[in-house]
């Protein structure tokens, strides 16, 4: 080796361990950089979100906002997206999985504690991208203490019903309609419509989504006007109106929301509601509860940073959702998790996790593309009927159907949408 080379040599040794010095230094200043996390909580549980990650011990960031899908669309775009994003929209975070956007978060807390349907492997791996860190229960009505109504379906006088949202106005016609197929047609109808995974089935087409909607939009085809009053209802009421069932909409006595709904009657008229399962009283029953329809706001990382990981883990813990359970009087879908005390608490926190069966929210698990389309279906079916015109149902569907079909194949969707027990 030549004096010169033996030189070269020397001061390439010099530049890598210099570089690598930067690369370590760059890491830990990286580190130590606030976890960015976007969600949709804003207001009083904003409030209550950031105390129980105050308590964590690592610095953050919190965005909430009604338009999460535009804003973290935006980031993604931008080149800039959060460590974390907690959203209802698996269906959504699965795209992102597909794109290699999302990191895996195996080891990072304990399935067992989660269980069918929440902890849900991809469907072409064991990999898991998200985690729920809230829960809520769907196929229950609410009612005022003292009036349970008899097991038979109710009029459409008796229903409170508002489709309006700030972010994604149809959904709630959407449970409606989900929850006629999972309590007519039992789980295995309602988990392959939802994924539409085999393009040779034609779900959105098939006679129990036909029926369910039918059954559905027959009642307001006969009255223009709660069809119109419909429309123009906010899901929540209005403003400090104590929601729907306390806020005097037309004298309604009946909810069909799911359990996070008492948070928009205020404290006092929340004690005063209690609940009892949707299937005896949807239109086309009384029907048997046949499972039991869930939602929840999952957790995932854009990000493979330590600080945003351990967040990750101390909230999808025990410890952490028992906190946040505390704090916020929400509900948990980690079995380990006991709700605040009282009855109602009580038999929610049984329907999301004891013997099931469950079904996550059919509209949450599709295709983003095909959710809307179903939301905007739902809102048309309502605005012909306030018009006194035809639906036309099977067109409607026949449009689902094409949209569906449309869509690729994902490799990061759940393998199952219902539980098996």
């Not at 689902?400 to 969707?413: H, I, M, N, Y």
Request: hydrophobic share 40%; charged share 25%.
């Amino acid at each position: 080796m030549t004096r010169r080379f033996k030189v070269l040599v020397f001061v390439v040794v010099l530049l890598l361990t210099a570089a690598t010095g930067i690369v370590v230094v760059w890491a830990e200043q990286d580190d130590q950089q606030p976890v960015t996390i976007l969600g949709t909580w804003t207001g009083t549980q904003e409030k209550q979100f950031k105390e129980v990650l105050r308590g964590f011990g690592i610095p953050f960031r919190y965005q909430g906002t009604a338009a999460q899908r535009e804003v973290l669309l935006s980031k993604v775009q931008s080149g800039e997206p959060p460590d974390i994003v907690i959203m209802p929209g698996i269906g959504e975070l699965a795209e992102y999985a597909d794109q290699k956007r999302l990191k895996r978060l195996n080891g990072l807390y304990d399935p067992q504690q989660y269980g069918s349907p929440w902890s849900a492997a991809s469907g072409t791996s064991q990999d898991v991208y998200w985690v729920p860190v809230k829960a809520d229960l769907k196929s229950i009505v609410w009612y005022r203490k003292g009036h349970r109504p008899t097991n038979s379906p109710a009029r459409l006088q008796s229903w409170c019903i508002g489709m309006g949202d700030d972010g994604a106005s149809g959904w709630p016609g959407t449970d409606w309609i989900e929850d006629l197929v999972l309590q007519h047609s039992g789980p295995d109808v309602y988990g392959k419509w939802a994924l539409g995974r085999n393009k040779k089935e034609k779900w959105w087409t098939s006679a129990p989504l036909r029926d369910a909607w039918e059954a559905w939009a027959r009642p307001f085809r006969q009255n223009r006007a709660a069809a119109a009053h419909a429309l123009l209802t906010d899901h929540r009421g209005d403003p400090d109106s104590h929601g729907l069932l306390f806020g005097g909409w037309g004298g309604c006595a009946l909810e069909h929301q799911g359990s996070f709904a008492r948070s928009f009657y205020g404290e006092a008229d929340a004690k005063q509601a209690e609940l009892m399962d949707s299937a005896p009283l949807l239109p086309g029953g009384p029907d048997q509860v046949r499972a039991h329809e869930v939602t929840g706001d999952f957790a995932a990382l854009f990000s493979d940073r330590r600080p945003a990981r351990d967040l990750i883990e101390r909230l999808a813990s025990k410890e952490g959702q028992q906190q946040w359970a505390k704090v916020a009087h929400v509900f948990s879908a980690n079995r380990q998790v006991r709700p605040h005390e009282g009855q109602v608490e009580d038999e929610i926190a049984e329907r999301l996790t004891g013997d099931g069966p469950r079904c996550l929210d059919a509209s949450d698990v599709m295709a983003p593309a095909v959710r809307d389309a179903f939301y905007e279906a739902v809102l048309l079916t309502l605005a012909r009927a306030a018009a006194d015109q035809d639906p036309h149902i099977s067109l409607l569907l026949k449009d689902l159907q094409a949209v569906q079909s449309a869509q690729p194949g994902t490799s990061a969707a759940p393998k199952t949408v219902c539980s098996t027990q």
